[in-house]
């Protein structure tokens, strides 16, 4: 297979600098309303710093087991790079994150397959529709994670070629001891099961019991170990309540809680609704439909390995309801290194890469098309210099168009750049709508804030509000948010919900104030005095 092509380097630095432009572009344009797990962990890392706790995490001042600490510590150490806990400071380790398993992904490919599959192989992760247009904007855990889960099977296949076996497990655990530190069991289980499942293949079942897989065995042990003693240290007697929860959260969406009947409707809609999310890339899996690109990919010792550990892995999500995409992205670079060695190694025009070629050549139309018609959408009218923008986007993917058109060999660099090039729109025109539309819950948290400053303030019972809403209290405030079951020293201030309100006199009301993911609005109330408590001491 050939080296690169005259002037594809030129083309690897540009979408190297468009993508990275891309990801980096308006990144905290929008605020916390979008997702509901994101906000979550900005308020652990939050709590965290103003409680100078980082290894018992809280959420409203209670202990949370749902996901040990590590992507919050990642978070806790960008807010202090930054100097302020923002949203920009969120978000930061994630697009880190996309860029350091972008290039994971292309020195390991490289290491074993051409150097344009490798390029696109890294290339095609970064610009799969569900990473580009909405994790590599969010901060979330999954990309981190998945980039310990690839590190971790990728160091294992590397140094096992090599007969190196103490560093091969050991970086191998090292890697799940991290991603473990992120998600729990997930990553144990899915490192536990590659390795099995790969040495059984390979006819090497004694390395399972081998003194080198123990000590790979223990440095994952040392390391959780030393995490949950100190943990124990911090909050004795709790040890049993975080493994159970732990459980709880690998136990759902599997069969185990939903049934055979759902699992059956999943198994019949993964493979579509997946290869949605990770358009266009996904387009790719045509090539998979003859027997002669399976004995392809056989014969060839990383390809086999890419194509086993995604099967063996891919079986629990594909049987487990409610699934959703960004649990996959340790799969996307083990199924890309095949299908990007399958399209290039094919020689023989076919009608898998016709299509392939053809679909994506007018995905580059539709962009265009796209863009084009901006001007006419009446709230993009709203934003500054828009005219200039749309020309400037439109004028890029014109050019790529008639590029793709005149040297069809340049078509996947060619669609790669109008990726970047629509990211940069949405980073323009939709992340800024985005936090039009739901900026009065940050406006009204920040009142809640300012109303209740230098006095106490208190999550009343059960009354429940999104952790974007208690993140920007508690940013303001300076401290954290608890929450109480009885009324404090006066004077002090009480979030509390409309089912909860009938327990207070009415001229304990001071603000009424709404958050995303429910229906009715909270109260923001004042305790001043003994009498304002009545009704609620009755109550109680």
């Known amino acids: 297979m050939s080296n690169l092509i005259r002037h594809e380097k030129l083309f690897v630095l540009l979408s190297i600098g468009v993508l990275s432009i891309a990801l980096f572009l308006n990144l905290d344009a929008h605020h916390m309303f979008i997702h509901t797990d994101e906000p979550r962990r900005a308020l652990v890392a939050l709590e965290m710093m103003l409680s100078d706790n980082y290894i018992v995490p809280t959420l409203n001042g209670e202990v949370y087991y749902n996901k040990p600490p590590l992507f919050n510590w990642i978070i806790v150490l960008s807010f202090m790079l930054w100097g302020e806990e923002s ?70 296949f590397f140094f096992l070629e090599q007969k190196k076996f103490i560093l091969a497990f050991s970086l191998a655990y090292l890697f ?12 144990l289980v899915f490192v536990g099961t590659s390795i099995a499942v790969w040495l059984i293949i390979q006819r090497q079942v004694r390395v399972l019991f081998s003194l080198q897989h123990l000590l790979g065995i223990g440095v994952f042990l040392a390391l959780i170990i030393s995490y949950y003693l100190t943990f124990s240290n911090y909050h004795p007697g709790e040890i ?22 759902s699992v059956l409707k999943q ?11 990770f358009l266009p890339w996904s387009l790719l899996l045509f090539l998979l439909f003859r027997w002669s690109a399976l004995v392809t990919v056989w014969y060839n010792q990383f390809l086999r390995f890419c194509l086993i550990i995604f099967l063996a892995n891919i ?49 580059i139309v ?62 323009w025109f939709n992340l800024p709508e985005r936090h039009h539309q739901r900026a009065i819950y940050k406006t009204q948290a920040l009142k809640v804030a300012e109303l ?4 106490p303030l208190y999550l009343y019972r059960n009354s429940q509000t999104h952790d974007g809403s208690c993140f ?59 009498t304002s408590a009545i009704k609620n001491k009755e109550a109680s």
């Open 176 to 187: 799940t001891a991290l991603a473990y530190m992120m998600k729990g069991l997930p990553a």
């Open 472 to 530: 920007y209290i508690s940013k303001s405030r300076k401290s954290i948010l608890y929450r109480t079951q009885e009324t404090k020293d006066y004077p002090s201030w009480y979030i509390v919900g409309e089912d909860l309100l009938y327990l207070f006199d009415a001229e304990t009301v001071r603000y009424e104030f709404h958050t995303l993911g429910l229906d009715n609005p909270l109260y923001l109330l004042k305790l001043d005095g003994a």
């Open 87 to 156: 949203e920009w400071a969120l978000r930061f380790p994630v697009v880190i994150s996309v860029i350091g398993f972008s290039f994971s992904i292309y020195y390991f490919t490289r290491k074993h397959l051409d150097k344009r599959v490798a390029i696109f192989t890294a290339l095609a992760f970064v610009t799969s529709g569900r990473v580009l247009f909405y994790d590599s904007f969010l901060g979330l855990i999954d990309i981190t994670y998945a980039w310990m889960i690839y590190l971790s099977v990728m160091f294992l």
């Open 267 to 277: 198994m019949l809609s993964f493979p579509f609704e997946m290869a949605f999310h």
């Open 315 to 363: 079986i629990i999500y594909w049987t487990s309801p409610e699934v959703y995409p960004r649990y996959l992205f340790p799969f996307v670079p083990l199924i890309s290194a095949v299908l990007m060695h399958l399209y290039f190694s094919e020689i023989q025009k076919n009608w898998q890469k016709s299509t392939i070629n053809f679909v994506m050549f007018l995905l």
């Open 240 to 261: 049993t309540a975080l493994f159970s929860t732990l459980w709880q959260e690998s136990a759902k969406r599997t069969i185990i809680e939903y049934g055979f009947t």
């Open 452 to 455: 209740s400053r230098n006095e």
């Open 366 to 427: 539709v962009s265009t098309t796209l863009i084009a018609y901006l001007p006419f959408v009446e709230r993009i009218q709203a934003f500054d210099f828009y005219y200039l923008k749309v020309i400037l986007l439109f004028l890029c993917l014109i050019s790529l168009l008639l590029i793709t058109y005149k040297y069809p060999k340049t078509l996947f660099f060619n669609l790669i750049l109008t990726l970047g090039l629509l990211r940069i729109a949405v980073d």
